[in-house]
């Protein structure tokens, strides 16, 4: 069909085919401006009938904004403003396009809501948060902070639901209220956008949720089935093994005294270590015992707090270097379709997708 829009170099409209034909989608800011209009005709009458003596124009024009205002901050409340699976990352202004995408846009336009479902992509998506609260907070706009702060909430309601990674989600908030304690004292200095009582307000969400989460109770599940503690003990050792967290280890130690006394083995310590940590870094931060071991326990919480660990997430986002876009990969259609996420032009598109970590994610919108 023809190409419809207001400009040449715009996507065009959407749309739809029905039994009538072919009709033009309607966007959510022309719906509500309809809405708005009908609004202000039917309380332009209600004035002119009532009290036409009480309000003046200016009121009624006031009035008028008021409302719009309210209606889309409420409006605003979710994330409902992309859903989208891929976008184009450039950096530089061209003839087609003016600007340059930032990462309060990408997180805005990424499809985060979704991702945070995934069990594969919850860790991703939680320590990319960590990190924009860590660092980037007031780099992103109005919108992008409503955005973080509505996904954030469905990632707490999610824990306090199905009680999975709370300790996670405590470092998060750990982090971003000591951001958020910093920026409001330092107010006249800071770039935070958005009024002061915004801000303190979602501080004090903040304080909630960690109170929420430092009372949840994990309820003991009934289950008449095989359980953990009736599994062989090479068996528990590699489930033990291929846990990448020291934390996780001595959280599932307390579960049993089985699983204490294979969650203390010296080897499996060891191995934990070699995973994150260089050779070079061992030799700066030795811990012998008594008796001359090394203690590989203690190496490993002592480095730690010096080097970063290595991350291991299920799923993260994509970026394609031929195409510039960065995209979520879906595995089951990439697999029945032969799809890669993106419209990419590039003869082999699997040798150009390179996966993006959390910090890669920020350093791309770094210009």
Same mark, same amino acid.
Request: charge should be neutral; glycine fraction near 4%; charged fraction near 25%.
């Given at each position: #069909?023809?190409?419809?829009?207001?400009?040449?170099?715009?996507?065009?409209?959407?749309?739809?085919?029905?039994?009538?034909?072919?009709?033009?989608?309607?966007?959510?800011?022309?719906?509500?401006?309809? &809405?708005?209009?009908?609004?202000?005709?039917?309380?332009?009458?209600?004035?002119?009938?009532?009290?036409?003596?009480?309000?003046?124009? &200016?009121?009624?024009?006031?009035?008028?904004?008021?409302?719009?205002?309210?209606?889309?901050?409420? +409006?605003t409340?979710?994330?409902s403003?992309?859903?989208?699976?891929?976008?184009y990352?450039?950096? &530089?202004?061209?003839?087609?396009?003016?600007?340059?995408?930032?990462?309060?846009?990408?997180?805005?336009?990424?499809?985060?809501?979704?991702?945070?479902?995934?069990i594969?992509?919850?860790?991703?998506?939680?320590?990319?948060?960590?990190?924009?609260?860590?660092?980037?907070?007031?780099?992103? /706009?109005?919108?992008?902070?409503?955005?973080?702060?509505?996904?954030?909430?469905?990632?707490?309601?999610?824990?306090?639901?199905?009680?999975?990674?709370?300790?996670?989600?405590?470092?998060?908030?750990?982090?971003?209220?000591?951001?958020?304690?910093?920026?409001?004292?330092?107010?006249?200095?800071?770039?935070?956008?958005?009024?002061?009582?915004?801000?303190i307000c979602?501080l004090?969400?903040?304080?909630?949720?960690?109170?929420?989460?430092?009372?949840?109770?994990?309820?003991?599940?009934?289950?008449?089935?095989?359980t953990?503690?009736?599994?062989? @003990?090479? #068996?528990?050792?590699?489930?033990?093994?291929?846990?990448?967290?020291?934390?996780?280890?001595?959280?599932?130690?307390?579960?049993?005294?089985?699983?204490? #006394?294979?969650?203390?083995d010296?080897?499996l310590?060891?191995?934990?270590?070699?995973?994150?940590?260089?050779?070079?870094?061992?030799?700066?931060?030795?811990?012998?015992?008594?008796?001359?071991?090394?203690?590989?326990?203690? #190496?490993?919480?002592?480095?730690?707090?010096?080097?970063?660990?290595?991350?291991?997430?299920?799923?993260?986002?994509?970026?394609?270097?031929?195409? /510039?876009? @960065?995209?979520?990969?879906?595995?089951?259609?990439?697999?029945?379709?032969? +799809?890669?996420?993106?419209?990419?032009?590039?003869?082999?598109?699997?040798?150009?997708?390179?996966?993006?970590?959390?910090?890669?994610?920020?350093?791309?919108?770094?210009?």
């Amino acid at each position: #069909m023809p190409f419809l829009g207001q400009d040449w170099r715009s996507p065009g409209w959407s749309w739809i085919k029905t039994e009538d034909g072919w009709k033009r989608c309607e966007s959510c800011s022309q719906k509500l401006e309809r &809405e708005n209009n009908h609004c202000n005709i039917s309380h332009s009458i209600i004035l002119n009938s009532e009290d036409e003596e009480i309000f003046s124009n &200016e009121e009624h024009e006031y009035a008028s904004k008021k409302r719009k205002k309210d209606h889309f901050r409420n +409006d605003t409340n979710t994330q409902s403003f992309y859903r989208e699976k891929w976008i184009y990352v450039h950096k &530089e202004s061209t003839k087609e396009r003016h600007g340059y995408c930032t990462l309060g846009e990408a997180f805005n336009r990424l499809d985060f809501s979704s991702a945070i479902q995934d069990i594969r992509r919850f860790n991703y998506v939680v320590k990319l948060l960590q990190l924009i609260a860590k660092s980037q907070l007031t780099s992103l /706009s109005g919108v992008a902070q409503k955005n973080y702060f509505n996904i954030l909430d469905k990632i707490v309601q999610k824990v306090l639901d199905d009680h999975h990674n709370p300790r996670l989600i405590k470092d998060l908030l750990q982090d971003l209220s000591s951001t958020l304690c910093i920026l409001i004292r330092g107010v006249g200095k800071s770039v935070l956008v958005g009024n002061i009582n915004i801000w303190i307000c979602r501080l004090e969400t903040i304080l909630t949720w960690q109170q929420q989460l430092q009372d949840l109770q994990m309820t003991k599940q009934v289950n008449n089935g095989l359980t953990l503690s009736d599994l062989p @003990l090479h #068996m528990l050792n590699n489930i033990l093994y291929r846990f990448s967290d020291g934390w996780d280890i001595i959280t599932l130690g307390q579960v049993t005294p089985t699983l204490y #006394m294979l969650s203390e083995d010296r080897q499996l310590w060891k191995k934990l270590c070699q995973y994150h940590f260089a050779e070079k870094q061992f030799c700066r931060h030795l811990i012998l015992s008594e008796k001359g071991h090394i203690e590989w326990k203690l #190496m490993y919480f002592a480095l730690k707090k010096h080097y970063p660990a290595k991350e291991q997430y299920g799923d993260t986002l994509h970026f394609c270097r031929h195409c /510039s876009i @960065l995209f979520w990969k879906d595995y089951h259609l990439a697999l029945l379709f032969k +799809d890669s996420g993106h419209p990419c032009t590039a003869a082999d598109p699997d040798s150009c997708f390179t996966p993006v970590s959390p910090q890669h994610f920020i350093d791309l919108f770094k210009f």
